[in-house]
């Protein structure tokens, strides 16, 4: 579990690795917050191609990164989410911030 | 009814404990036979409620968090126990969006139980606890292939 952040110009993947859950979210979002206000990249992309397991914390997460990258100037995507994924996403309204991208 | 069998699980209100109790509980349910999505289903219903205990019923304290499964021929009910804080309105908090857990919290929770489960059920007392019940029909393998009975 955890999260790789790869930079490539003025875009940074945050790659999600494992399982996500309140445990788990808290050193995803520290890392990635820490991340984004240090190099302060124009667009970011949530990569869930390697999430085996997501609960509600997913929600949070993805919440609580796009309104920190919104506040940077910045804009965000989440890719890579399997069908379950999809699932929660789904339920949580989130789809309407058009924030869902197959790929990258 | 009689189950086919029991288990239960007493672990700290620690969060590094959530991805067990989802674990153990997959792990004994699997005797049913579920399918994967049945599967999933459960273990994020139960890491929900689990979570909750963590986070709310026990916010500023350590506590135990009980969690029971009884399997029956086609159908698992789970307990998911605290002795914590308890929630004043059961209703209000059922609600999707409804969340006292600030920021990082989205209030789907218990929209998430719901709409992975068959049944969803809770009692609770402030400064009592918080029980939640939460039921899945596994459909016998048997059946899900179209094997004649
Ligand atoms: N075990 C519990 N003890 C005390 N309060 C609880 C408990 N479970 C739920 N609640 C209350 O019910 C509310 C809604 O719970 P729900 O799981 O739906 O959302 P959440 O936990 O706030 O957010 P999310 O689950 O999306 O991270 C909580 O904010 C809390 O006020
Ligand atoms: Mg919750």
Same mark, same amino acid.
């Given at each position: 579990?955890?999260?790789k ?5 003025v ?6 690795e494992?399982?996500i ?6 050193? !995803? =979002? ?5 991340? !984004?206000?240090?190099?302060?990249p ?21 919440m609580? =990164?796009?309104?920190? !990258? ?12 399997s ?5 929660? !996403? ?13 790929? =990258? | 009814?009689? +189950? ?19 674990? +153990?509980?997959?792990?004994?349910? #699997? ?5 994967? #999505?049945?599967?999933?289903?459960? $273990?994020?219903?139960? +890491? ?9 019923g026990?916010s500023k ?13 086609? @159908?698992?009910?789970?307990? /998911?126990?605290?002795?914590?804080? &308890? ?21 789907l929770?218990?929209?998430?139980m719901?709409?992975?489960?068959? +049944?969803? $059920?809770?009692s609770? @007392?402030?400064? $009592? &606890?918080?029980? /939640? *019940?939460?039921e899945k029909? *596994? ?6 292939? &179209?094997?004649?009975?």
């Amino acid at each position: 579990m955890g999260v790789k952040i790869t930079q490539d110009g003025v875009e940074c993947t945050a790659l999600l690795e494992g399982d996500i859950d309140h445990h788990t979210a808290k050193l !995803i =979002r520290e890392a990635i917050d820490d991340y !984004i206000t240090k190099k302060r990249p124009s667009t970011l992309y949530l990569d869930f191609g390697r999430v085996r397991f997501m609960d509600s914390s997913g929600i949070g997460l993805i919440m609580g =990164r796009y309104k920190n !990258i919104k506040l940077l100037g910045g804009e965000l995507w989440v890719v890579g989410a399997s069908d379950s994924t999809k699932r929660i !996403i789904k339920l949580s309204g989130l789809g309407a911030l058009g924030v869902m991208k197959e790929e =990258r | 009814m009689k +189950s086919i069998n029991e288990m239960k699980l007493e672990f700290a209100s620690r969060s590094s404990n959530e991805g067990f109790a989802r674990s +153990s509980i997959a792990a004994f349910v #699997s005797q049913l036979d579920p399918t994967i #999505s049945e599967l999933a289903d459960i $273990k994020t219903a139960v +890491s929900e409620a689990v979570t909750n205990c963590i986070v709310h019923g026990y916010s500023k304290t350590l506590g135990v968090i009980s969690v029971t499964a009884q399997i029956f021929e086609n @159908r698992v009910i789970i307990r /998911v126990r605290d002795r914590g804080c &308890g929630i004043p309105n059961v209703d209000q908090a059922m609600e999707p969006l409804f969340t006292t857990g600030g920021e990082e919290r989205s209030g789907l929770g218990f929209a998430v139980m719901q709409s992975f489960m068959d +049944s969803v $059920k809770v009692s609770s @007392r402030p400064d $009592k &606890g918080t029980t /939640v *019940i939460l039921e899945k029909n *596994i459909i016998p393998r048997m059946s899900k292939v &179209g094997c004649p009975s």
